[in-house]
């Protein structure tokens, strides 16, 4: 069964740095293109950056600059690098493909900002 689990989140001042990872199995992941997501309490899930099987990138307008996202084919795994925090970066971060068919979606991992 397609599975993705969410790690690395926390609480963090602004101006710092988390690297969310987001392992994946019974898919075939080197041919995926995945991204992330966030969404916060009473906002709809934004998707904030997406990277192809090639490795190439695009990225929020949001979030360009401050955060990487990358992926490890062998560990079936992508990673979200994410700077320069601010508040509003605080949300529940997800990945999955950043279009249909959607793997079913994880638990996310909580990132919370304080100013």
């Known amino acids: 069964q397609a599975q993705l689990v969410e790690s690395g989140g926390g609480l963090v001042q602004a101006g710092g740095s988390l690297r969310l990872s987001c392992a994946a199995s019974g898919i075939i992941f080197s041919l995926s293109t995945m991204g992330w997501y966030r969404q916060d309490a009473g906002k709809q899930r934004e998707l904030v950056a997406s990277?192809?099987?090639?490795?190439?990138?695009t990225y929020a307008g949001s979030v360009k600059g401050r955060f990487t996202i990358s992926r490890d084919n062998a560990k079936k795994t992508v990673y979200l690098q994410m700077n320069s925090l601010k508040p509003d970066d605080t949300a529940l971060y997800y990945c999955?493909?950043?279009?249909?068919?959607?793997?079913?979606w994880g638990q996310g991992t909580q990132v919370t900002v304080s100013s």
């Open positions: 999955n493909r950043p279009t249909a068919p959607y793997v079913h």
């Open positions: 990277i192809t099987s090639e490795g190439s990138t």
